[in-house]
């Protein structure tokens, strides 16, 4: 069982709509990393959260420690939030991050 | 804003041939740590390095691996005789304390080694 599950997988939508990308995870942790990469592969970290919510500019990040879930919120999309979101988590004692699949988010204009 | 630097971008070898990949993490950053991502999969963890020994490794990361710091600011990975699966992007990142699971990772653009 793959220890951080993400959904959808694929997603496009048109500017300005409401984004939201789910994140399932198995495995207790101190905290969960939302990170974006771009086309050209690098990884950027966006969020990191252990409890409630985080909002920096259009993305909000919440997390339910007790469920295992987190969620990637965007608003008023764009086009250049076209990206892979991944999830990510430190499984406890383990110091590395266990990356979920990513979403392939595109906002067409 | 303090980057990590990797270099060479991109890379393409031969089969058997040895290849080093380079790293310059973050000026005061103590902690450093490989990734790759196979085209089309996760990224995985390979590595984490600290004070000149590895802490922590995964099964992916064998005798065919190592890593060092040569000098006070680079930090490199070899891959011994590489092999068509050894294909990949390779990203370093660097942390200024241990990463626990609760501080942020800053992570390189990658270097993108493509064996034929």
């Known amino acids: 069982k793959n220890e951080v599950e993400q959904s959808p997988q694929n997603l496009t939508a048109q500017e300005g709509e409401f984004i939201t990308i789910n994140c399932s995870y198995s495995v207790g942790i101190s905290a969960l990393h939302w990170l974006q990469q771009h086309p050209g592969g690098g990884i950027v970290s966006l969020f990191m959260?252990?409890?409630g919510k985080k909002k920096h500019g259009r993305l909000i990040a919440t997390i339910n420690i007790q469920e295992k879930h987190s969620s990637l919120h965007i608003t008023a999309s764009h086009p250049r939030d076209s990206a892979v979101y991944i999830c990510a988590v430190p499984p406890q004692g383990a110091q590395k991050l266990v990356f979920g699949q990513g979403t392939r988010l595109t906002i067409n204009p | 804003e303090p980057e990590v630097t990797q270099t060479p971008s991109h890379q393409v070898t031969q089969m058997g041939q040895e290849v080093i990949l380079r790293c310059v993490p973050i000026s005061n950053h103590l902690y450093f740590y490989w990734y790759r991502q196979i085209l089309g999969q996760k990224v995985e963890f390979l590595v984490s390095f600290y004070n000149n020994e590895i802490s922590e490794k995964s099964e992916i990361f064998d005798d065919q691996f190592s890593v060092e710091r040569p000098d006070g600011s680079n930090f490199t990975l070899k891959i011994r005789s590489t092999k068509l699966e050894d294909s990949a992007m390779y990203f370093c990142?660097?942390?200024?304390?241990?990463?626990?699971?609760?501080?942020?990772?800053?992570f390189g653009a990658g270097s993108r080694l493509t064996v034929l």
């Open positions: 990142a660097s942390s200024e304390v241990w990463f626990s699971g609760a501080n942020v990772l800053t």
């Open positions: 959260l252990s409890s």
